[in-house]
């Protein structure tokens, strides 16, 4: 008997390839895509599935369960973001002057989300994922957003997807977007502009710390690739889990988690307030804490938690640094709350990191 399971479809297709591929020499535009095709494959690695590498597209699947709203965009964007760092990198740092390297940035990235049905059909030693979903998700990657909206890199969200994962079009700033196909009538979606937020970010101003300022509590290598750790540290639902509080609030004003997101954390009688300043999926967030009482009359202070994924991608090395935030006082006072400090991050860490390396079914 078939098992029929349901989840999320994701396809990543590098845009543009067909027709660069024309005008490129073969060798050097076939070691250009299988570098951009293994960023994407990086980024997606411990959130989403690989179905199958499918030319210039990446296919995966996350069952029910895997993942939230706010985890799927932050994939996406990160997908994106990391894929255009690695493109204009390629282009700056090159001294080929062959049309494959010159012409690179010709190449885009867009996205297909959908939530449906599939089955694992397993083949010759491989599994491949088959059903009317499957096989409506890549119908839709042949789409006319770049036509009607122009959009060269974009994320389109089906309905489906969008009602499963409770994404709100209008604070993410998506435009509706309906397709019609023989066979299986008119599909209505929504798209986000991705070129449009990497050029958001690019010039939105960091909120980092780097290594070598403020104070380093703790670093760490735990045992998941960062996108894993990602979704540990900013669910609501999971930070419970390892933080030892009795529940998070949180408030997106996008819906989902992001700069401007308000958390309350509730420990007891005690609430740590916290305000999400930057947010750099699978790479870093900073976010000013008002811990209370757990560091007496300090006040609030910026923290930066980065993530750097290990050579075999399936690590993740933790940093914590941490700044005091304004004032004389502030500054005087930091070196006698650090050691305080220090322990309640090591201490959650620690948690972390056991949580980590126990089976997933023992992550509730």
């Given at each position: 008997?078939l098992n029929v399971?349901?989840?999320?479809?994701v396809?990543?297709?590098?845009?543009?390839?067909?027709?660069?591929?024309?005008?490129?020499?073969?060798?050097?535009?076939?070691?250009?895509?299988?570098?951009?095709?293994?960023?994407?494959?990086?980024?997606?690695?411990?959130?989403?599935r690989?179905?199958?590498?499918?030319?210039?597209?990446?296919f995966?699947y996350g069952?029910?369960?895997?993942?939230?709203?706010?985890?799927?965009l932050a994939?996406?964007?990160?997908?994106?973001?990391a894929f255009?760092?690695r493109?204009?990198?390629i282009?700056?740092?090159t001294?080929?002057?062959?049309?494959?390297?010159?012409t690179?940035?010709?190449l885009?990235?867009?996205?297909?989300?959908h939530?449906g049905?599939?089955?694992?059909?397993?083949v010759?030693g491989?599994?491949?994922?088959?059903?009317?979903d499957v096989?409506?998700a890549?119908?839709?990657?042949?789409?006319?957003?770049?036509?009607?909206l122009?959009?060269?890199?974009?994320?389109?969200?089906?309905?489906?997807s969008?009602?499963?994962?409770?994404?709100?079009?209008?604070?993410?700033?998506m435009?509706?977007?309906?397709?019609?196909?023989?066979?299986?009538?008119?599909?209505?979606?929504?798209?986000l502009?991705?070129?449009?937020?990497?050029?958001?970010?690019?010039?939105?101003?960091?909120?980092?710390?780097p290594?070598?300022?403020?104070?380093?509590?703790d670093q760490?290598?735990?045992?998941?690739?960062?996108?894993?750790?990602?979704d540990?540290m900013?669910?609501?639902?999971?930070?419970?889990?390892?933080?030892?509080s009795?529940?998070?609030?949180q408030?997106?004003?996008?819906?989902?988690?992001?700069?401007g997101?308000q958390?309350h954390?509730y420990?007891?009688?005690?609430?740590?307030k916290?305000?999400?300043?930057?947010?750099?999926?699978?790479?870093?967030?900073?976010?000013?804490?008002?811990?209370?009482?757990?560091?007496?009359?300090?006040?609030?202070?910026?923290?930066?938690?980065?993530?750097?994924?290990?050579?075999?991608?399936?690590?993740?090395?933790?940093?914590?640094?941490?700044?005091?935030?304004?004032?004389?006082?502030?500054?005087?006072?930091l070196?006698?709350?650090?050691?305080?400090l220090?322990?309640v991050?090591?201490?959650?860490m620690?948690?972390?990191?056991?949580?980590?390396s126990s089976?997933?079914?023992?992550?509730n």
């Open positions: 008997m399971q349901r989840g999320c479809l396809l990543a297709d590098i845009a543009g390839y067909s027709e660069y591929l024309s005008g490129v020499e073969l060798t050097h535009c076939q070691d250009v895509l299988a570098d951009l095709v293994g960023t994407i494959v990086a980024q997606t690695r411990g959130s989403l690989l179905a199958k590498l499918e030319g210039d597209a990446v995966c069952p029910d369960g895997t993942g939230d709203g706010s985890m799927l994939l996406v964007e990160s997908c994106y973001f255009m760092g493109r204009e990198h282009r700056r740092n001294t080929c002057q062959c049309n494959a390297c010159r690179i940035d010709r885009n990235l867009k996205f297909l989300t939530h049905e599939y089955v694992i059909h397993q010759a491989s599994h491949e994922l088959v059903g009317r096989v409506l890549h119908r839709l990657l042949k789409n006319s957003v770049t036509e009607k122009g959009f060269r890199g974009y994320a389109l969200f089906t309905l489906a969008v009602q499963r994962y409770s994404l709100d079009p209008q604070a993410l700033r435009a509706k977007h309906a397709d019609s196909y023989q066979d299986v009538g008119e599909v209505i979606g929504y798209v502009d991705l070129e449009a937020r990497w050029k958001e970010e690019e010039d939105r101003r960091a909120v980092y710390i290594p070598g300022k403020g104070i380093e509590l760490r290598e735990l045992p998941a690739p960062p996108a894993v750790v990602w540990y900013t669910s609501p639902q999971k930070r419970p889990l390892w933080q030892g009795d529940r998070v609030d408030r997106n004003p996008r819906g989902v988690a992001g700069v997101t958390v954390c420990h007891g009688a005690m609430v740590i916290e305000e999400i300043l930057d947010f750099r999926p699978f790479r870093y967030l900073t976010f000013r804490a008002d811990w209370g009482k757990t560091v007496g009359l300090m006040g609030t202070l910026l923290i930066t938690m980065e993530l750097t994924p290990a050579a075999d991608g399936g690590h993740t090395r933790v940093s914590c640094r941490v700044v005091h935030e304004r004032g004389l006082k502030q500054r005087l006072l070196p006698f709350v650090e050691p305080r220090r322990s991050i090591r201490t959650v620690d948690n972390l990191s056991r949580l980590l089976p997933p079914d023992e992550h």
